[in-house]
């Protein structure tokens, strides 16, 4: 395993339209030819961004860049480049081997929710880094967060809405990126939906079906996973503490719609 590192020298007035380059192009493109982004950081001054990635080995770093350097997606981030003009003032990159036996983690956990309103009509986001399809809103557990928590502030995050959690309705594991995703079902509260800056470019509630899904929802994986939430058999689940034993939550097995 080795890792890359990018960093960026950026001027902080065009930080956001750098980001949104990011999200758009780069960060789409690398994940679907096989690398995997470990993090990305800001320093205070908001003029330096550091990206890290992660390939198996050197030949899988060049066999991505291959396929990169070929895509047309590639091709539509030289073009959006050449119409904005320098969106970075300088760019510097090396590579980091594991001085140990320790590696980053290869799983992540995700969550999302699928969260109707009171008419029925289901919460979905467009991603930048995603903008072929439409999604259920959500994201990765962060450290110390239990899935509900990460649920509800992943959706607030992404859309300005907070919502009441019914229960899980699935468990998904995509082994080429080590995410295993859990899914919510919930109901809508408060909030005004709205596009989150670098991370979502469209927010609706939307009547949503089994004819119609298609439409919205082009990807196999996102479309699976919300058309069991749309008839949901609810997963039991409790989050604890131990030493001593402590119970956070619980959601209990059901079956609610039919």
Known sequence: MICRRITYKVNPGTLNDFNHFFHSY?????????????????????????????YHSMGHYEQVETLIRNSELNKM?????????????????????????????????SVSGYITNDAGEVLLVRNFHRSDTMEMPGGQVEEGETLEEAVHREIFEETGVKVHLHGITGIYQNMT??????????????GEPRPAANETSEVSFTELNRE???????????????????????????????????????????????
């Open 177 to 190: 990126a080590g995410v295993t995703s859990v899914v919510f079902r919930g109901t809508y509260t408060s």
């Open 26 to 54: 780069i960060y789409p493109n690398y994940l679907s030819h096989g690398a995997k982004l470990i993090g990305r950081w800001v320093n205070d001054n908001k003029d330096e961004v550091m990206e890290v990635w992660n």
């Open 212 to 258: 119609n899904i298609h439409h919205y929802i082009t990807r196999e994986q996102f479309r699976s996973r919300t058309l069991d939430a749309m008839n949901a058999n609810y997963l039991p689940y409790e989050t604890f503490k131990v030493k001593p034993y402590e119970l956070l939550s619980r959601y209990e097995a059901k079956k609610q719609y039919c």
């Open 77 to 109: 981030a030289n073009e959006k480049r050449t119409e904005t003009g320098d969106l970075y003032i300088d760019r510097n990159e090396d590579f980091l081997s594991s001085t140990a036996a320790y590696h980053v983690p290869r799983h992540i956990v």
